[in-house]
């Protein structure tokens, strides 16, 4: 569930007189570069500067006697002569960019880590090095040192999207990027189901990713190595990429393909074997202000969203009429502490006229300290109430102890708090709220066994207060509101956590309840579809499992890989974001199969279906569907602000 994700990220604090944790890690948001060993500098040139048609450019990112290759203004491949070229790597040097490189080098410093000093090589920029536990050349950069735009009719990609390499020790390799970094999985997959031969890895705070290579014999010859130790560069088209290549000099056999992760892909080889993969990607920047020589057809949905809000969102939603809902990341200052976030809450209409709800920084709750970002929105079915989930963190005392919450805020949409009770407009432990369809009764969830693992049912009318629960004393994993009904999906779990978990139909006032299923796993993703009649959730990190409300011996499974997903108004299909909740991944139709009756003790088949891109195939930290179907709403890596676009298969 969301919650689980963000609680980690509430508070950002900055004492004056203490300090509570380590200096958190500095944003980490894409490729700079990559350097590669070549033999001859003459017939890497022919490929890279005419094949490729990159510009060449006299001073690289990271200061060296390579030549560089201009890809944009904050991105480009080097080349260095190899005299005796090896069957090892001839992919050298990865560079990547963080928002303070002399602030990561300390946080590697402080947990144990050695990078190398830190050099200034240009005015304006920082950098170090430091190598990953199987000594995969990194350089980290920050920089303010502007660099001009260089372009070419002949420039066949702007973006260069990944770069990967053999990977021996793929735990070692996820202590250092996962655990110490917080790269996080985007897809993974092979050339046969349910086997692991590539990993992306998405960098934390944008859209870029590292691939790993597995499964690479120790032995491996130099061409199978220039393979797997390759770089990726995103085209909008990729037909168009090959005509241009080939209008450029290239000769190649190599045809487009369509790869096992959906997208369409097309390999070239450097004289060297080094691999450069042209992959049917492009860059958020690329796509929207139009520098990508995009089709015609396609750059014009691109290029002019319907609708777009340009303010650090940290979540929105659609009301039933097309209307949204966001909150603004807002840094409130006090004597005693720096920088606490209060978010704002804003209405956009749909002709774009806004209103806001709630000023952050005049936001107070008693005379305690707290720090709160705004999680989720939820509507009521009348489009006039909406409740606001929020990630509280409370400081106690003096000590600086602190207590971390969730609550939720009702206001109608004049921006009018509306009280529960005549009281406040807060509900206090109430997580994932929704309203009944009396507009009227929220219900919501209760933390039973703490941190955030098992939840207990609870509703309050605005009216009177909280409504005593019949099934009090059961304990929940999860929750899916039935549209148009009082009942709800719900994954059940045992408060010993012994048991497996159970799918569940209970309606919330009375003691009713049909057990439907019970599960062999439960990995999150709960979500019932707007008809009412099917349910959804992941089983696993792959697998996801689709039910009959009415008839739950019909079921269907699809290997599609964990990510958040939303229904298609028709229930025939998912939009999927293949990436976990908060984190950036791309955007892909899945249809879902038909549902069939399985035995009891049967195996249930598992279907793949093949991804359809959704823009481009462009990377999004969040998105919403429109009520209506007709658009979609993204929220951009990095700035996080929001586009509207039409939405269509």
Known sequence: ??????????????????????????????????????????????????????????????????????????????????????????????????????????????????????????????????????????????????????????????????????????????????????????????????????????????????????????????????????????????????????????SGTEQPKIGRDGKWQLNLYDPDDTRVEFMEFTSLVCAVVGCCSLPPAKAQNLDKPLQSIDEDITAFAYAPDGRIAYSVYRRVKTKVYDALEHDDIWIQDTGG????????????????????????????????LLLAQLLTTTVLDDSGKTEDSFQTMVYDDSGREVRINKGENVILDAADPFFLPDNATIAALSEAVKPRQLFSLKSTRIDIGPVKSPHDGRTFRDVGPIPGTVSIAAIEQDRAMNGPPRLQHLDLFTDNDKELATLENYEGGLSVSPSGKKVAYFIDKEILEVRDLTAPNRVARLRVGLGVYRWASDDSRIVLKRALEKKSGDLVWIDLPALASVPANHEIPIAQPTPIPILHGLSFRDFAISPDGHSIAVIIPGKRNLLVFPLSR
């Open 1 to 250: 569930m969301r919650r689980a994700f963000m609680f980690a990220m509430i508070l950002i604090l900055s004492l004056a007189t203490a300090t509570f944790a380590p200096a958190p890690r500095p944003a980490i948001t894409g490729l700079c570069f990559v350097r590669l060993k070549v033999t001859s500098l003459d017939t890497a040139d022919k490929f890279y500067g005419d094949y490729l048609g990159l510009p060449r450019f006299n001073q690289c990112w990271a200061a060296s006697t390579g030549t560089c290759y201009f890809i944009t203004p904050y991105q480009d491949v080097e080349i260095l002569t190899s005299d005796t070229p090896q069957t090892n790597h001839m992919l050298e040097t990865i560079g990547v960019w963080t928002e303070d490189a002399g602030a990561l080098r300390n946080y590697f410093l402080a947990r144990g880590l050695k990078p190398g000093d830190l050099a200034s090589p240009y005015k304006g920029e920082q950098q170090f090095e430091i190598a990953d536990p199987e000594e995969h050349h990194l350089i980290f950069l920050s920089s303010r040192r502007p660099r001009s735009l260089l372009d070419s009719r002949m420039q066949i990609s702007h973006h260069m999207i990944h770069a990967g390499f053999v990977v021996s020790d793929r735990a070692a390799e996820d202590r250092f990027y996962k655990g110490i970094l917080g790269f996080h999985v985007y897809w993974h997959g092979g050339m046969k189901d349910g086997q692991d031969n590539w990993v992306d890895m998405q960098v934390p705070d944008g859209a870029d990713w590292i691939e790993y290579m597995l499964n690479v014999p120790a032995n491996a010859d130099r061409h199978t190595l220039g393979v797997m130790n390759h770089i990726a560069l995103g085209v909008p088209d990729i037909h168009t990429a090959e005509k241009q290549l080939r209008a450029n000099g290239w």
């Open 353 to 384: 006229k806004r209103r806001r709800l709630l000023e952050g920084q005049k936001y107070t709750r008693g005379a305690q300290t707290f720090s709160y970002l705004i999680d989720s929105f939820r509507w009521s079915p009348n489009g006039h």
